[in-house]
């Protein structure tokens, strides 16, 4: 890479020339091969081409100024980056918007989006999710939660521009580094940079980052980032680090993650910056070079010219701007093909927090329409800018501005006064909403999912049918899915035939799910069209009510049956049917229609039981009976018969027809509905209503408006009567974000939309009307299609019948008269019936009884046990002291609390004035009752009540609005004195300018009750073990805790203490608090005043005791005065199995907790610890931790209360890791346990014997960083007993000594060697060398068989004391132990020294032996174990063999073969086997010597030598003798036991056998044992019992058999037999490959005619495969049959399909290069290439086959033939690049030199063409 940018320059600074000459900058060779696209580039900006080429000839001449040099030409005219501008490779700094399990959503710079698929992460955690796939085990994975979240700023590159199917582009995008950051190599890494990666892996000290660059390695450290939590980062983790070092030319870099220094960095010159390896995100220094209307124009980092759009300028700066001016700019993108640098001057991208808002401030808007917006700007190119109503702007793309394929016209858009807009997005990374202008967008019905409801009616259109359902478009984003059993009331087998794409379809929503953009439908007939109501939630399913769902499922008990969203319920068997149904599958199918009724409803529980039987019997008859009965409008009388949560259920008199009165139909008065409802009685008569609905079920109302409406007939029956401009009066059903639905008579329901709700403005539409408000609607929008329509509430577009106010005021006091009469009765009671009699404005007599800040409180004579009261402001300026006589006035009667409001100012008790009807006044509010105020008229003391909302549809938003006590209102006098209110005046307001006057609260009345400190008698009624129950004298209850019935010091531990109290005992207590009488929650001990109902009681004689002194003390106190650590007795409370805590309690008011782990001791305790501890035993606890804000109280039962080092605690494992485990200990602390830890005698696989929550003994050893090192080892837990340790600690390095033997786990295995955990902190290394005796040319083969943890012997081999290094080894001559690699992977021997020149003595040997070995080579493809071919091993068999040599006499020992060259076969030809058994497949029979004669030899000899007596042993002899048979034993326990070993005998085969059967390398060892043996037959008989024990499924292990046994057939059997054997093989494997091995066979074992013969067989048989006439081709021309070989490829060119001719051709003539007449094949190559010019693959074939084969002179031409071509430029590119290399490998500095000019040449050439 950095080569080429020598070789071809790409701008920057010029470099000075050494002999001084001027340097002519070449600004238009910036890049050498990009004059295609930059010419395609800058087509699109128009007219900006002649100004760059004028720009071009500029710089040529040499003449303008140096400083206004810019490496890219600036951008004529600013605009946003729009779609068809973006190319693969862009380089684009984005913020995670939305986050899924397998993508992220990110938004991109100007309002794009793309999406970032899991698979684009990183290199490691790809690897670590097909791992993890590959494993099912998906424990250390992290999803894209994890490592990603809204707001997140990330850098990323454009991938791959995919187009979706409807046609639209998908941005595709990598987050990569190696795509990142691919134009950075090492070298090129400083200091200070701001670079992306990804955590490549987690380590013990940090994490290695991948930045995407070769040849470099990041590391990031925890020490050097302390205040950053490295511990959460997880592999994959996107991270913007900075370098802050870099070692060893770029090859080693460490950085840091600090977000404060990574905001803060500025990228610099000197950094190394150019145009082709800029990174989005960096912050840059710049200088305002142009300033234009729609953006501006920076220069930065010296040389390099960028663009800002006016979407990334900072609005408040925007004056600020001006030529010259410096600031900090942020990289938003970079187009490297164009050179487009944009930036942003956003300050939350300048100075980032590297999260941004991922969602508006002002609340979720998308969707939302809005009228009435002023455009501010347009900005052509880009778009325009627009000004909604509440002053927010939005932003719309000029695609946005003008309907679809229409040509857009911006300045006719600009003249428009107002727009209506749909806002569609937000955009985080300008943080600004993106709108549309399109009617076609505006208009659309469902915009976003969440317009969706469940049971709403739809239109769509039929996209695709599927085998589970049919997908509908309901719009061009919307589409939901009709399940396949919900495309019609039956099931269909052929919906094709029903349905066809593009068909519209009319369907019901059955649920939605905005946040997974699921939408279900259905298309049944019944339930589309149902008049009955819809079940959306478990609360709509009443008991009784009556609904349409579909069967879900089919059980022995009964049906499901489900309706929408997820309510669903069960249909008992019994339900089913009125005839008893056995096996309901048989009579219901799944997805039928029935009408259900609901029997019992648990919405908490969200279940319900319906049933189908009610439906039929009760649904029939009362449906036509409701109808004829009860009509719409009829005046009705009613009587209570149950009152329910949200209404009445009455019966309609006289023919008792049940009917439901809802609580808001009550009043016109929502504050009077519910004291209406709590007023009313089951039985109770009801006059005066109306029914206002009769479908499916009798709704009545008492409004008073509505009725009067329904009498009047101002009501529309049927939505065909409605017409626009309609007054309809109604009532509020439901409130939305989006608006509120408003329901009238007849069951009609308008939607009255947010903007048309008031004249306010409204943001939350919840604060402006009530659920049940009644309200005047005026029909504004009719859809007759969908049956809807749109109402407008605005007070300023209705108008009231004449006298509404005052009627509904009539009314509302009507209605509370009434309620007080009934009060009055009910009770029987005097006092109500006085109360009742009294009335605004009445005056009385009063005696003051108390005056305090809040006012005053008054006796008086006729209202003995009513409370009158003043507030502060009815008392003002009046001085008042205690039994002084007054004269008040009634404000207001509370005949529930029997209270009575009253005033004493002087002018409201003065003489009253009369009234003149019409006249006006000035009124005081005086106070305020919910819907009415009472109000005084200003001079003539007369009071009179009116309503505080003077429309029904008033909306008071603010409480400023709302009228307050002494605020001032102009009223005008109806009537002078109105019957209906008790002869006050009648009046009608408006609002006048407020006074504000605060009132004071009402005083709190006292209730009965114990007082604090009272002492009481009572008799003891119940006794448990926390608490007992006493009934005192006046036959109340009081409680007395567990810590309340004896000493504290008294207490046993263990005891009960409720138990010495008896039942019916009298006792002594006294009163210490009280108890709520709802939740028996005990209550805060306040003032000693204060009274209780339920009283806690205490029994201990010192408290009880008159003359202690007794205060009260706060739960705070209380717990505040346990100190940590102290011993306290407290109360077992219960326990809670679910979080396994014991809660105890010391006192009434405090409860402490006990966890698990500071509760036992034992582990065998753990798995029911409430068995140790009983309710109200007394026991002694250690105080943990007091806190009362939070409220926590811990205890420990163990003695212990913190954790100390050297001290044995209980923990609970959390986690399994390879280092260890991560282990839960009590008191909140964590702690780990080293896997050196574990035990005293290491084993292997030592993590298998522990599991989660398993819990265990521990041993403290030392805390760091909150974290505990434990131990597990008996010598810790119990030193006295413990055995003797196999494998000691080692507490530091000192304790080692070199040539010590010691144990220890494998940790990792890497390129340095092996690294070995030999105790918590000390690791040591076995370099590669003294880790085993064979070569090894990869770490990866050690990693292969020494996972970690894998337990090994090893002997110090050095220590380096300083550096804290300790160097290991592993050969088995140093530890005494097998080498770490097994003998079968017949690795070559590491040989030194003499061994070395022994080694090759012997070989020399050998090779003059195996040279008369014949030559007979199968081939047969590697599987599983590979190994290395030995030197000079060309002509062996396929079965490779290797010999085991035994030490003899002298004890001297031969190494095995050495493998140092492997021959790499060709491509054509497979990898071979290799058995490892002293046997050759070449050898012939007759140098076969059979086993037993040679053993016979041997034994002979030695009988001569002993003699032929055997002579008497001595003592001592049979001794060793003895020792030396049981160390033979020993030996061959050892050697059977060794899986490494290679067995001798049939038996040990046998046994492997056993264990592998599909191996055929086994059994192909085995054939090769009988062969060693001459036993031909055996082999045979070997290799058929392969052929049937190996599985059928493994075609390659059998393959492997059949070539062996051609092979055999081929050495030893006859042409017969060989024949046999190959027909056989045609049977059972694919012919192809065993023809080919046959082939193949014959070929190494000259039989050349035989071969040719079966080639010939082959190229009949198949002729359409290419692969065989390659083949033989290749055949022919090794044999050197030339003329032959033409002909084949004549016939082949024939028999292949025409598409094959070119490539087969190429081959051929490659087989003329490698084996047969070079100027042929160049000829051959010639000639297609000339026909096919375009293919650069095999131009490239061509020219490294003529720099192989031919001269310096051919390969010129041939090169300058290729740079001619007309390809595309990148592909010249590659070709330049080439030639240079080879100039430069074999040209001279002229030749060099020639090349480059030549590439100036040919760029120049296609600039120019780019300009014409």
Known sequence: MASAEEDFPRGGTAKKSTDGKPVVHRGEVDNLFQSNEQAEAKTKRKGALKDDAKKLKKQKTGKEKSDGLALNAAAKCVEILHLKNLKEGMLMLGCVKDVADFEVTVSLPCGLQGFLNIRNISDSYTKLLSEQLDSADTEDIFSLPHLFSPGMVIRCVVA?????????????????????????????????????????????????????????????????????????????????????????????????????????ACAKDEQGWNLTNLLPGLLVKATIKKVTKHGLILDFLSSFSGQVDFLHMEPEQASNYTEGTELYACVLYVEQSTRLVGLSLRIYLVQPEQRLNPTPSCGDRIGEVVKDCKMTTVHHMSGAMLELPDKMLAFVHRNHMKEMHKATNENRVLAKPEHTCRILDFSPMEQIHFASLRWSVIERPFYRYHDLQAGQIVEGKVSVLLSHGMVVHLSDHIKGLVPRTHLSDILLKNPEKKYVEGMKVKCRVLSVDPATKKLYL??????????????????????????????????SFGCIIRFYNNVKGLVPISELSSEPIISPEEVFYIGQVLKAKVLKCDPGKEKMVLSFKGAVEGGTEEAAKLQDDCEVGKQLEAKVLKKLVNGLEVSILPDDIRAILPTMHLSDHLSNCPLLWESLQEGDDISNLVCFSNNKQISLTKKPTVRWALEEGLVAKDFSEITVGMQLIGWVKNIMSYGVFVEFPYGLVGLAPKSAMTDKFVSDTAAAFQLGQTVIAKVTNLDEEKRRFLVTLKISEVIPRDGDAQTRLINGLQERRALNEVLAMKDNCDLRQQLTALCVGQTLKLTVDTVNDDGAIFKSHDLVSATVLANKYHVTGVSLTEGQKVTAVILHVDILSASVHVSILPKLVEKKKSLIEGSKHRATVQYIDKDFAVVSLDNTAKLTVIQTRSHMNEVLLSASEMLKAGMSLAVEVTEPSCQELQGLPLVS???????????????????????????????????????????????????VHVSEVMEVAEVCQGSFPTSSVKVGSVV????????????????????PKFTYTIPELTLIPSKVDKSSDFKPVGAKE??????????????????????????????????????????????????????????GQAIRATVVETNSKPHRFGLSLTGVHKLEEGSVALGMVTHIQPQGLMVKLPFGGKGYVAVTELADAYRSNPLDVYSTDQLLRCFLIACENDKWQLSLRPSRLNPQQAKLVKDPEVLSIDQLKEGQIIRGYVKSVGEQGVFIRLSQNITGRAQLQQSTKYFVSNHKVLSEHLPPNTLLTTKIFSIDREEGFVNLSLLPVDTGKPDILPESLRLPLRLIGEEKKKYDAAKKKRTLSESEQKQAESQVPKKKKKTKKAKGDDNDSGV???????????????????????????????????????????????????????????????EDQDGSKPQKKSRHELDQEKKATEKALVKREVELMDPNLRPEDAAAFERLLLASPNSSLLWLQYMAHHLQATQIEQARAVAERALKTISFREEQEKLNVWVALLNLENMYGTQETLKKVFERALQFCEPMPVYQQLADIYAKSDKTKDAEGLYKTMVKRFRQNKAVWLSFGSFLLQQGQSDAAAALLQRALKSLPSKESVDVIAKFAQLEFRFGDVEKGRTMLDKVLTSYPKRTDLWSVFIDLMIKHGSQKEVRVLFDRVIHLSVSVKKIKFFFKRYLEYEKKHGTPQSIQAVKEKAMEFVEAKGTEAAN
């Not at 013990?204 to 930045?211: N, S």
């Not at 019944?526 to 939630?537: K, N, R, S, W």
């Not at 006294?1070 to 709520?1076: A, Q, S």
Request: aromatic share 6%; proline share 5%.
């Open 1068 to 1087: 002594t207590a006294r009163v210490i608090g009280g108890r709520e009488a709802v939740s028996n929650r005990f209550l805060p001990f306040s003032h």
């Open 1440 to 1502: 490779e063999v290797y010999f085991r040599e035994e030490e003899d006499q002298e004890g001297e020992q031969e190494p095995k073969p050495d493998a140092a060259k492997p021959v790499t076969s060709s491509s054509a030809v497979p990898s071979r086997l290799q058995v490892a058994a002293g046997f050759s497949w070449d050898v012939g029979l007759n140098s076969l010597k059979p086993a037993s004669a040679a053993q016979d030899g041997d034994s002979s000899d030695g």
């Open 989 to 1039: 307001w408006q609002r006048a300018a407020p006074k504000r006057q605060r009132t004071t609260s009402d005083n709190q009345q006292d209730s009965k009750g114990h007082c604090f400190g009272e002492t009481l008698e009572g008799k003891v009624r119940t006794v448990k073990p926390v608490s007992i129950q006493v009934t005192l004298e006046d036959g109340s209850t009081g409680s």
């Open 1118 to 1175: 209380k717990l505040s005065s346990y100190t940590v650590g102290e011993e306290i007795t407290c109360f077992v409370s219960k326990f809670n199995p679910k979080r396994k805590l014991l809660e105890v309690t010391t006192d009434p008011r405090i409860t402490g907790t006990v966890e698990l782990l500071a509760m036992i001791t034992d582990p065998k305790d753990a798995s029911h610890p409430e068995k140790l501890y009983k309710l």
């Open 522 to 555: 259905t298309r049944k007939k019944a339930l589309v069209e149902t008049t009955l109501p819809l079940f959306l939630t478990f609360n709509d399913a009443r008991p009784g009510s009556i609904s349409q769902g579909y069967i879900v499922c089919i059980k």
């Open 160 to 264: 791959k521009l995919d187009v979706a199917k409807g046609g639209s582009l998908s941005i595709q995008l990598s987050v990569n580094p190696k795509l990142v950051n691919k134009a950075l190599t090492s070298s090129s890494v400083k200091a200070g940079m701001i670079l992306s990666g990804c955590v490549e892996s987690v380590e013990d000290h940090g994490c290695i980052i991948d930045i995407g660059i070769s040849g470099s390695k990041a590391f990031l450290s925890k020490a050097a980032d302390k205040q950053n939590n490295l511990d959460e980062l997880k592999v994959g983790q996107f991270l913007t680090c900075k370098v802050e070092e870099v070692k060893n030319e770029g090859r080693v870099v460490r950085l840091s993650v600090n977000p404060l220094t990574v905001a803060q």
